[in-house]
């Protein structure tokens, strides 16, 4: 079971999931919406064919942060 701090940069929370789940499925099931915004895994920039891996192919065993970084209007 891996510990996955999972949302936005302005809304998180942890849930416990299977190591064979894929990115797209926790992200669905917690309703964040991945498409308005970069998304990180541990800090690392998750790549449009990531998100169909899952968290045991991505190296991730114990723990990991899933953010999506939306960037507000107006910013640089």
């Known amino acids: 079971m891996i510990k996955v ?4 940069n302005t809304r998180r929370t ?3 999931v299977e190591p064979n789940r ?3 499925s926790v ?3 917690q309703d964040i919406d991945y498409s308005t915004g970069t998304l990180h895994l541990d800090g690392s920039t998750v ?12 190296g991730i065993t114990e723990k990991c ?12």
């Open 22 to 24: 894929t990115l797209r």
């Open 5 to 8: 701090t999972v949302g936005t």
């Open 27 to 29: 992200l669905e099931d």
């Open 47 to 58: 790549t449009p064919g990531q998100l169909d891996k899952t968290f045991a192919e991505l």
């Open 65 to 76: 942060f899933l953010i999506s970084v939306v960037k507000a209007d107006g910013a640089f």
């Open 14 to 16: 942890s849930v416990i």
